[in-house]
């Protein structure tokens, strides 16, 4: 994304990605879900304008999921597992990821090694193995953790060097969006228009996506 685009994508973000809370559901989906912070429509079109990494879930989606997370983040791996509990029984999500870095230096590097294996096909790998697998400490031990999930290392450290700019870009977008949503941490994660309070339960996500099915479509373009 070049520059002049990027500014005009994160001063929209800023200043459209705010909450709605009053009136939020109707009818049904009022009484299936607490009132919960929305982002407004024109945010919601920020945050999903390419490039993101729609990773997961269902190609022909009418709900889509965007969490905001870092591979270091307790929270993040909990919530891990109900996630893919969630997609696996409904065809009709798509799941967003944000890589949001912000518990130091290992949780960067892993990031942006997690970003550079997209051009071999394997962001998808490396996101699961370095969420799934123990507490990152250092940039050794997260490179035998990809290598061992099958990327192709010489490579990755070609694209981590080839694409630095374009790494930097897309975590510094990730960065803004989260500061816009004013979100206290990671996960931060957004059903629909929703913004959860925190991690939740699978039937709460069941509920809550019925909610949003209930208010309309709000998927990625």
Same mark, same amino acid.
């Given at each position: 994304?070049r520059?002049?685009a990027?500014?005009?994508?994160?001063?929209a973000i800023?200043?459209l990605?705010g909450?709605m809370?009053?009136?939020a559901?109707g009818g049904?989906? #009022?009484?299936? &879900?607490? +009132?919960l912070?929305? &982002? @407004?429509p024109?945010?919601?079109?920020?945050?999903?304008?390419?490039? &993101?990494?729609?990773?997961? *879930?269902?190609?022909?989606a009418?709900i889509?999921?965007?969490?905001?997370f !870092?591979?270091?983040?307790?929270?993040?791996r $909990?919530?891990a597992?109900?996630?893919a509990? =969630?997609l696996?029984?409904?065809?009709?999500?798509?799941?967003i990821?944000? !890589? %949001?870095?912000?518990l130091?230096a290992?949780?960067v590097y892993?990031?942006r090694s997690?970003l550079?294996?997209? %051009?071999?096909?394997k962001?998808?790998v490396?996101h699961d193995?370095?969420?799934?697998?123990p507490r990152? @400490?250092?940039?050794?031990?997260?490179d035998a953790i990809?290598?061992?999930?099958?990327?192709?290392?010489p $490579?990755?450290?070609?694209? =981590?060097a080839?694409h630095?700019?374009?790494?930097?870009a897309a975590l510094?977008r990730?960065?803004?969006?989260a500061?816009?949503?004013?979100?206290?941490?990671?996960? *931060?994660?957004?059903?629909?228009s @929703?913004?959860?309070?925190g991690?939740v339960d =699978?039937g709460?996500f069941? #509920?809550l996506?019925?909610? +949003?099915?209930?208010? *309309?479509?709000s998927?990625?373009?």
């Amino acid at each position: 994304m070049r520059p002049a685009a990027r500014r005009a994508l994160f001063a929209a973000i800023a200043a459209l990605a705010g909450v709605m809370t009053q009136g939020a559901f109707g009818g049904a989906a #009022r009484a299936a &879900v607490p +009132e919960l912070q929305q &982002v @407004t429509p024109a945010g919601r079109r920020a945050i999903l304008t390419p490039p &993101v990494m729609r990773a997961a *879930g269902g190609r022909h989606a009418d709900i889509t999921i965007v969490e905001y997370f !870092d591979y270091n983040c307790p929270f993040c791996r $909990r919530v891990a597992p109900t996630l893919a509990q =969630l997609l696996a029984g409904d065809r009709k999500i798509a799941l967003i990821y944000k !890589d %949001w870095p912000i518990l130091g230096a290992p949780s960067v590097y892993a990031a942006r090694s997690a970003l550079a294996a997209r %051009w071999q096909g394997k962001y998808l790998v490396a996101h699961d193995a370095l969420l799934d697998g123990p507490r990152l @400490t250092g940039d050794e031990q997260i490179d035998a953790i990809l290598r061992r999930a099958g990327i192709d290392m010489p $490579r990755l450290k070609k694209d =981590l060097a080839a694409h630095s700019a374009e790494i930097t870009a897309a975590l510094a977008r990730n960065d803004a969006e989260a500061r816009a949503l004013e979100l206290d941490g990671t996960p *931060g994660i957004i059903v629909g228009s @929703t913004i959860l309070p925190g991690i939740v339960d =699978l039937g709460f996500f069941k #509920r809550l996506v019925a909610a +949003e099915r209930a208010s *309309g479509p709000s998927t990625a373009e």
